[in-house]
Every structure is written in structure tokens, then in C-alpha cells.
């Protein structure tokens, strides 16, 4: 069973940063595709971005290029998701997931078997 814990959410005002950790516990970090979604108030959850078992792939969504980075360490068992140049539309509520896939980065939540709680980012104007 895999335990997922996201931290490091709060409210900062637009053009500020951020930095999401998202503890992983239970299995083997580096067996597992990760990824960060995020869901605002009244939209469906979408993928943020998603990062190879190795880490030595990631992709961003379009709306984040640019301004955000996703990372892991697998000796620490942490996700990051470093947020820069924040904007409003930023605002959500952002999840860790993870996906056992082997080679694709998917995008789609039916591919992540284990989500963490989630922890709110507010951007302010």
C-alpha cells in the first residue's frame, strides 16, 4: 500500500513562488511514475505534470511550461513541484499521484492508482 503526503501549499500573491513536496511511503519510490494534478473550484482535475520513474523525463502542461518544474529525488522518496510566477488561475487544490506505468507519461487520472490528500495554493491579485 502506498501512502502519499503533500505538503508545502499556502497563499502567496501573483508572480510569487511556491515550492509542493509530496512524501511517498509504502512501496519503492523509483517503481512508480509520478505526477501532480490540480483541481479548480468547479473544473475537473487536470494533469499539471508527470515525471519518468528516473526522472529523467517530465512533462509539463501547457499552461505551466515555463513557470514550473517537476522533480524528484528518489533517495528521499519526495515529489516536487516548484511554482514560479504565480498567477490566480494557479489557484487549486494540487495533488501527488502515482502510476505503476512502466515507459509512458500519462496524463489521464485513470493511469495513477494513489492519490495524497491534497493541499490548497492561493493566489492572490
Known amino acids: 500500500q502506498v501512502q502519499l503526503e503533500e505538503s508545502g501549499g499556502g497563499s502567496v500573491q501573483a508572480g510569487g513562488s511556491l515550492r509542493l513536496s509530496c512524501l511517498f511511503s509504502?512501496?519503492?519510490?523509483?517503481?512508480?511514475?509520478m505526477a501532480w494534478f490540480r483541481q479548480r473550484e468547479g473544473r475537473e482535475r487536470e494533469c499539471v505534470g508527470v515525471?519518468?520513474?528516473?526522472?529523467?523525463?517530465?512533462e509539463l502542461g501547457d499552461s505551466v511550461k515555463g513557470r514550473f518544474t517537476i522533480s524528484r529525488d528518489n533517495a528521499r522518496n519526495t515529489l516536487y513541484l516548484q511554482m514560479n510566477i504565480l498567477k490566480s488561475e494557479d489557484s487549486a487544490v494540487y495533488y501527488c499521484?502515482?502510476?505503476?506505468?512502466?515507459?509512458?507519461?500519462?496524463?489521464?487520472?485513470?493511469?495513477?492508482?494513489?492519490w495524497g490528500q491534497g493541499t490548497q495554493v492561493t493566489v492572490s491579485s
Open positions: 499521484a502515482a502510476s505503476p506505468t512502466l515507459y509512458a507519461l500519462r496524463r489521464d487520472t485513470q493511469a495513477y492508482d494513489y
Open positions: 509504502g512501496l519503492q519510490f523509483s517503481d512508480w511514475t
Open positions: 515525471i519518468s520513474r528516473s526522472g529523467k523525463d517530465a
